[in-house]
């Protein structure tokens, strides 16, 4: 089996004199010199077509004074492939090749490498390049739902018994574990759903189809913006979807998409594919929102690949959120897709496999703008510290040491979420459109063990400064009802009881944006002991 690696140079930046491809295929790495100066190269739909931009410094070196295009898989790292097309060696060079799409010879994924002649062989110019507008061929441009910032996880239990209008809940977040698709239907009720993708027959399972079209037509139905988060369990279901090097018996709870081979790249464009084209309506629901893995950072206990290089561990994620990306826009143009980080912002450890948030942001930035800047989002989980204590006002020194408002902070919070949103306003990581990338909150939790008011002050002042910041597109609380085995660490986040019976929390949340909001606002300032928002929120 041929296993890829990765080509990283001083996180993403290309060396003008030396371009280096390591490839594990045959057990030996490759070095080649590049042909002269590497080159700044773009892919982007256009019409039935993809155009390959080339530039450079000067004309690169060419032995017959040509360059050429190669279309190559996201596993491959070198040219392997014959070339799609051909021009003058030049500073500037254009290419077009047919997209080819929905079709056994689609285009949408590849990674476009322009090469040189140089001594019998052909010298790649860059380490790929992927098509950045995936949306320019997408069937659904739907509206998004953008009816406000409160967001709920909710109960699946509870989808129509009420609560979740009585609350007025704007926005929820979904697990959706690809495995549970993956294959046909065991239960004759739900028959097996066929699907063809690019000139290849798919099976998934129905049941788990009909579960989700239930969950998610409900939640539209209901007006409540819906964003699902993609994580790969290693349940058996799917082995082909499991990284090669996340097979080595260690125990996680997800594992790393497998980008190092054909079954497992086409595997996932198709389910990315399938899902993102089913949840893109009312019928079966729509996904405004896709969170690819849960707190990837954290390689050891989230997204385990057994890597532990940085650069190399983010990139093996960055090809996979490509493939993502391309599959969920080509479907629904409107759809955005994030990243997801953990509220360990800058805490400098050494520990192999938990990255700062700030760190893997950084290098995901420079890759992904290596290879072709995309409109990717920023999710984070911004809980206290510690977590553990809803009262963060009133914790002692050492964790109120790790929450600064600094992007040197060790944590990042509600209280200190302002640092990132000014941190994501940087110039080298604005979106391609030169905006502030979309940042959502997807699990924000204030245990009610010391207690509902604590929990509700926490809550309220943490919505107002979600409220109060422009580029913060929601805030969903972690979550509807308690949970066992959170209850058994000595987290209640629930606004229900296990039993059902509601908290003051329950009510705290249905005022968040309602007639007596200023009421809980007040309440919760005598609790954190100022007189004024302005003490301890920071608009943006």
Not at 198 to 220: H, R
Request: aromatic share 10%.
């Amino acid at each position: 089996m041929n296993f890829k690696s990765v080509r990283m140079l001083a996180a993403g930046v290309l060396s003008a004199a030396v371009l280096v491809l390591t490839g594990v295929a045959g057990g030996g790495a490759d070095t080649v010199q590049a042909a002269g100066p590497a080159m700044n190269v773009t892919a982007a739909i256009s019409g039935a077509n993809v155009n390959v931009t080339a530039s450079a410094t000067s004309a690169p070196a060419s032995d017959d004074g040509m360059l050429y295009l190669f279309a190559e898989p996201v596993y491959s790292d070198t040219v392997t492939t014959n070339a799609l097309a051909s021009a003058p060696a030049g500073a500037n060079v254009a290419f077009t090749t047919p997209l080819n799409a929905n079709s056994a010879d689609s285009r949408l994924y590849s990674k476009f490498i322009v090469a040189a002649m140089r001594g019998g062989q052909y010298v790649p110019l860059n380490t790929g390049a992927y098509i950045v507008n995936p949306e320019a061929i997408a069937n659904k441009t739907f509206a998004r739902k953008t009816t406000g910032k409160k967001g709920l996880i909710v109960d699946p239990s509870k989808l129509n018994n009420g609560e979740i209008k009585d609350l007025g809940v704007k926005q929820t977040v979904y697990n959706l574990p690809l495995s549970k698709f993956i294959g046909p239907t065991e239960n004759s009720s739900y028959p097996t759903v066929n699907y063809t993708y690019n000139g290849k027959n798919y099976q998934f399972n129905g049941l788990a189809v009909a579960e989700y079209d239930n969950i998610f037509s409900t939640l539209t139905r209901y007006g409540v913006q819906i964003t699902a988060q993609v994580l790969n369990p290693n349940d058996g279901r799917a082995p082909q979807l499991i990284h090669p090097l996340a097979k080595d018996g260690f125990s996680c709870q997800f594992y790393t998409f497998n980008t190092a081979d054909q079954s497992g790249v086409e595997y996932m464009e198709a389910t990315m594919a399938f899902l993102a084209e089913r949840y893109s309506d009312d019928k079966h629901g729509r996904v405004d929102n896709w969170v690819i893995g849960n707190e990837v950072n954290k390689r050891m206990e989230w997204n385990y690949v057994g890597i532990s290089d940085l650069n190399t561990y983010v990139n093996e994620y960055a090809e996979g959120f490509r493939i993502c990306y391309n599959a969920i826009k080509s479907r629904n143009a409107n759809a955005k897709v994030y990243i997801c980080m953990d509220q360990q912002w800058d805490r400098n450890r050494p520990e192999a496999g938990k990255y700062d948030s700030k760190d893997f942001i950084d290098t995901f930035n420079a890759i992904i703008a290596t290879g072709g800047n995309i409109d990717w989002g920023l999710v984070s989980h911004p809980y206290p510290v510690p977590l553990t204590w809803a009262a963060y006002w009133t914790g002692g020194a050492y964790y109120k040491n790790l929450v600064k408002h600094n992007v040197a902070t060790a944590y990042m919070t509600m209280e200190n979420i302002e640092v990132m949103t000014d941190y994501m306003c940087s110039p080298q990581l604005l979106a391609p459109n030169g905006e502030v990338r979309s940042i959502l909150l997807i699990e924000v939790g204030y245990t009610t063990t010391q207690g509902d008011d604590y929990a509700c002050a926490a809550m309220v002042l943490g919505y107002q400064q979600a409220a109060n910041n422009q580029h913060i597109d929601g805030m969903i609380m972690s979550g509807q009802t308690d949970h066992p085995v959170e209850l058994a660490q000595g987290l209640a986040f629930g606004l229900s009881n296990v039993d059902g019976s509601h908290k003051g929390t329950y009510e705290c949340f249905k005022q968040l944006d309602g007639p007596n909001a200023q009421a809980y606002i007040q309440n919760a300032l005598a609790l954190r002991g100022v007189s004024d928002l302005g003490q301890v929120v920071y608009p943006r």
